[in-house]
DNA sequence: GTCTATACGTGGATAGAC
DNA sequence: GTCTATCCACGTATAGAC
């Protein structure tokens, strides 16, 4: 036995995803200015210069960390396809499939960052309002110039589930099973999408 | 004339006030972590050393910051006690007449740290569920069971609304009236306090 | 490809002079 | 009270050896 193949990583194995995840995970956990390289490399069991040799920059490695293929694209039709009935349902449904996945830590990470740094949430904002919340009402039968309004009343709570469910962890939010917070959101989504918009009555 | 009283500031003025005030902004701005010292003391016009001499160490400065005098307890009794048929509506006007105040200034602190910094997530989450949520739904005609799911779900409609305005500023949530929120708002809050929760429906 | 060594910057905190 | 000077820890990034 010359050669002792169980010990470490021999030569090149998928070092560079070992570091994707561990980079995830860090920057799902504490944001990206928080996150060091150093504790990324140490994570994934690598020397921290490897990191940079893979990935450039640490705003690349962040970029290349949230660059997964999570296109709404995808997703929304079958949700918006189905008729305007559960539509509210159905999103919360889907949102919360997303974000209890493994996917679901890039969207933590870019959340986590986009509160710190200007340009991320510049990032997450555009992505929001051009990707999904304009998907989602476009094809709304409602007054056009309230499309804005409702996508911005949709985004407002699907961010609030984010943040009481991930990020303050507020209880029982934080361990509900999809189905509870299915049934009691989504009638909150299904209103902002669909009823009429009751003028501002000031009091 | 001997000592010129419109310079520079002569000897121990409102200092500790100046300090506070960049300190407030700061952290408001850039979060716990991102927000340095030297620039809160530069913005103050004073030396780093005396924000140290002020207030000992960057934490014992954050809780300076945010320990401004806004009392639940004084707050949510007029929301609570005028009958529950419109506490929806009350409890957003209250809470946007809050945050768009300078108070709102140290939430914001408060929230951007939270999201990076998993002592002052504690410190929201406890203040969010003992101090604001119990108060409002304990004198709530529901089942007891089930009033903590009630608050964590008006805590995560709130919770969006902050982030959608204030953070990541999605248009047109961001610049609308209180007016247009509350009417907007207020009915989903009053559905999450009042209205059955109906069963969890796994499809 | 992988690691060691290091340059360079930033930021919190303290000691001590004035 | 206010400032100068300094210490120390940490983190990004790079150069270069193996």
Redesign the interface.
Same mark, same amino acid.
């Given at each position: 036995m010359r050669a002792r193949r169980t010990g470490r990583r021999p030569g090149n194995p998928d070092t560079r995803e070992a570091i994707l995840d561990a980079a995830r995970a860090a920057f799902a956990e504490?944001?990206f200015?928080?996150a060091s390289i150093r504790a990324i490399a140490a994570a994934a069991g690598v020397d921290p210069a490897l990191v940079h040799h893979y990935f450039g920059t640490k705003e690349e490695l962040f970029r290349a960390t949230v660059a997964i293929p999570l296109d709404p694209a995808e997703l929304l039709p079958a949700v918006l396809a189905a008729g305007p009935d559960q539509v509210g349902?159905r999103l919360v449904?889907t949102f919360l499939k997303v974000w209890d996945s493994p996917v679901g830590a890039a969207g933590l990470a870019l959340?986590?960052s @986009?509160?710190?740094n200007e340009w991320t949430?510049r990032l997450?904002?555009e992505f929001?309002?051009t990707q999904v919340?304009r998907r989602v009402v476009e094809h709304l039968d409602v007054d056009p110039a309230e499309r @804005?309004?409702r996508g911005?009343?949709v985004?407002?709570?699907? @961010?609030?589930?984010?943040?009481?469910?991930y990020?303050?962890?507020?209880?029982?939010?934080a361990s @509900?099973?999809p189905? %509870?917070l299915? %049934?009691?959101?989504g009638? %909150?989504l299904q209103?902002?999408l669909t009823a009429p918009?009751?003028?501002?009555?000031?009091?």
């Open positions: 504490r944001g200015d928080a349902e449904r959340l986590r @986009a509160v710190n949430a997450l904002r929001l309002v919340l @804005a309004l911005g009343l985004a407002s709570q699907l @961010a609030g589930l984010i943040m009481t469910r990020v303050i962890r507020i209880e029982p939010i @509900a099973a189905d %509870t299915v %049934t009691a959101i009638p %909150t209103r902002y918009l009751p003028p501002p009555n000031p009091s």
